[in-house]
């Protein structure tokens, strides 16, 4: 079955004569290229040795090529001097060289595909297995197919781009640069908001209010702009959120929605929320627990199949790690560091709550800061005599400033408003 595998010999001989040839082209591909792209050992074997000799800055051609073949005891493998003259006279020039890479990449991703498809097969007819991390495998497999090395940019190339990007920034006032926005206006101009492949963690101790600021963070702009949004809750139910959505959003009190206590100005402002919400594109996911490797699975469906440009996790440290025998720090620092992973492969904003310790420190992990983009704390203002008095602190935020944003937090609505500062 082998043989029939996808290969080009002939294609493969002529890269090879053409780096022969001329260097430069060794150069243009020794950081794309592998062992696995030639299908005959021979060919491998030649070309470990024209790069060995191109970093070491070795004259090549035919006779230094043979000669270096021969110190390394290698030429009679690859079928003598016969075979390295054949090699070198496949073809006249070496103008070609590049579709001749070209098929022996499309031959080369081809088997890639094949050994891809063969390996799920068996993965899948294996019961020990479980069919969300196979599914997440062979997902990150194919995913893994289509990145490519890029090559590199010369700067005027980046600044004639980054000229056309800072005009529209000045005829749009900067909001060009800036993502989608929170219902926070001085949140919005630290961070430049919800941007994609950004990650930005609400933290608060627990019962603080963490889970209220943040949902109504991310659902403002489904249901004020259409933003598809996802949210993966492992801690509240999906009836529980869509009644914290509806409280804050309609601006009524929750409880009294849950118990049929609506004058009739509330059920004016539930009808007119629910013109909204109907068509809000808010995609809840509500699981008890959650594996790492799920979560990443789960957030790629949410951006395939729903287009979520904004995912939210409630919250970090209930995701199950991969490796439970590690300690706890180093296990939400993988958390930390998938979700970061899954902001970028996905180009998506991603929302990760966080539990912070009595002395308002992340618990269990000092990793997230590094990993995020912004970390705000929601906490009560001690010296206040106001109960609902707290304040948003951006104590970490790498694309802008660190403010201290007094809140209002209206607890009966599950809604935090900014407060009017006294000048």
Same mark, same amino acid.
């Given at each position: 079955?082998?043989?029939?595998?996808?290969?080009?010999?002939?294609?493969? +001989? @002529?890269?090879?004569?053409?780096?022969?040839?001329?260097?430069?082209?060794?150069?243009?591909?020794?950081?794309?290229?592998?062992?696995?792209?030639?299908?005959?050992?021979?060919? +491998?074997?030649?070309?470990?040795?024209? %790069?060995?000799?191109?970093?070491?800055?070795?004259?090549?051609? %035919?006779?230094?090529?043979?000669?270096?073949?021969?110190?390394?005891?290698?030429?009679?493998? !690859?079928?003598?001097?016969?075979?390295?003259t054949?090699?070198?006279?496949?073809?006249?020039?070496? /103008?070609? &060289?590049?579709?001749?890479?070209?098929?022996?990449? *499309?031959?080369?991703?081809?088997?890639?595909?094949?050994? /891809?498809?063969?390996?799920?097969?068996? #993965?899948?007819l294996?019961?020990?297995?479980?069919?969300?991390? !196979?599914?997440? #495998?062979?997902?990150?497999?194919?995913?893994?197919?289509?990145?490519?090395?890029?090559?590199?940019?010369?700067?005027?190339?980046?600044?004639?781009?980054?000229?056309?990007? &800072?005009e529209?920034?000045?005829?749009?006032?900067?909001?060009?640069?800036?993502?989608?926005?929170?219902?926070?206006?001085?949140?919005?101009?630290?961070?430049? @908001?919800?941007?994609? $492949?950004?990650?930005?963690?609400?933290?608060?101790?627990?019962? $603080?209010?963490?889970?209220? /600021?943040?949902?109504?963070?991310?659902?403002?702009?489904?249901?004020d702009?259409?933003?598809?949004? @996802?949210?993966?809750?492992?801690?509240? @139910?999906?009836?529980?959120?869509?009644?914290?959505?509806?409280?804050?959003?309609?601006?009524?009190?929750?409880?009294?929605?849950?118990?049929?206590k609506?004058?009739?100005?509330?059920?004016?402002?539930?009808?007119?929320?629910?013109?909204?919400?109907?068509?809000?594109?808010?995609?809840?996911v509500?699981e /008890?627990?959650?594996?790492?490797?799920?979560f990443?699975?789960?957030?790629?469906?949410?951006?395939?199949? *729903?287009?979520?440009?904004?995912?939210?996790?409630?919250?970090?440290?209930?995701?199950?790690?991969?490796? $439970?025998?590690?300690n706890?720090?180093?296990?939400?620092a993988?958390?930390?560091?998938?979700?970061?992973?899954?902001?970028?492969?996905?180009?998506?904003?991603?929302?990760?709550?966080?539990?912070?310790?009595?002395?308002?420190?992340?618990?269990?992990?000092?990793?997230?800061?590094?990993?995020?983009?912004?970390?705000?704390?929601?906490?009560?203002?001690?010296?206040?005599?106001?109960?609902?008095?707290? !304040?948003?602190?951006v104590?970490?935020?790498? *694309?802008?400033?660190?403010?201290?944003?007094?809140?209002?937090?209206?607890?009966?609505?599950?809604? %935090?408003?900014?407060?009017?500062?006294?000048?």
């Amino acid at each position: 079955m082998e043989n029939t595998l996808p290969s080009d010999t002939e294609a493969e +001989q @002529g890269l090879l004569c053409s780096c022969i040839q001329d260097t430069r082209i060794i150069g243009k591909i020794a950081d794309i290229i592998t062992l696995e792209h030639f299908t005959y050992p021979a060919h +491998q074997d030649i070309w470990t040795t024209l %790069l060995k000799m191109y970093f070491e800055k070795k004259p090549i051609d %035919l006779l230094t090529t043979t000669s270096e073949l021969r110190a390394a005891n290698l030429l009679e493998g !690859i079928g003598g001097e016969h075979y390295i003259t054949h090699i070198y006279t496949v073809v006249y020039t070496s /103008a070609n &060289w590049d579709e001749y890479f070209k098929t022996i990449s *499309n031959c080369y991703l081809r088997r890639k595909i094949h050994f /891809a498809a063969r390996r799920m097969a068996a #993965d899948a007819l294996d019961r020990s297995k479980d069919p969300e991390e !196979i599914k997440e #495998d062979a997902s990150r497999e194919i995913t893994g197919m289509m990145t490519t090395k890029s090559e590199s940019v010369h700067i005027s190339d980046v600044l004639n781009r980054r000229i056309t990007a &800072w005009e529209e920034a000045a005829k749009t006032g900067g909001a060009i640069n800036r993502g989608h926005d929170s219902c926070f206006p001085r949140w919005n101009m630290a961070t430049r @908001g919800f941007r994609p $492949q950004t990650v930005h963690i609400i933290a608060g101790r627990a019962k $603080q209010g963490k889970t209220t /600021a943040a949902l109504q963070m991310v659902t403002t702009p489904a249901i004020d702009k259409g933003v598809p949004i @996802g949210i993966i809750s492992l801690e509240m @139910g999906a009836d529980e959120l869509v009644d914290k959505i509806t409280s804050c959003h309609a601006q009524i009190g929750m409880n009294d929605l849950r118990d049929g206590k609506l004058n009739r100005a509330d059920f004016a402002k539930v009808s007119n929320f629910m013109g909204q919400g109907m068509k809000a594109p808010i995609h809840i996911v509500d699981e /008890a627990s959650m594996t790492v490797n799920q979560f990443r699975a789960r957030a790629r469906r949410l951006v395939v199949e *729903n287009k979520c440009e904004i995912i939210m996790l409630d919250y970090a440290q209930l995701i199950t790690p991969s490796n $439970q025998k590690e300690n706890r720090e180093r296990q939400v620092a993988e958390i930390s560091r998938m979700t970061k992973i899954i902001a970028k492969e996905l180009k998506v904003c991603v929302v990760l709550l966080a539990q912070l310790n009595e002395d308002n420190t992340i618990r269990e992990s000092r990793t997230f800061e590094m990993d995020c983009d912004s970390l705000t704390k929601i906490m009560p203002v001690e010296e206040s005599d106001d109960p609902y008095a707290y !304040i948003l602190s951006v104590t970490h935020n790498r *694309n802008g400033t660190t403010p201290m944003i007094p809140i209002k937090f209206i607890k009966h609505m599950a809604r %935090l408003e900014e407060a009017i500062v006294q000048q």
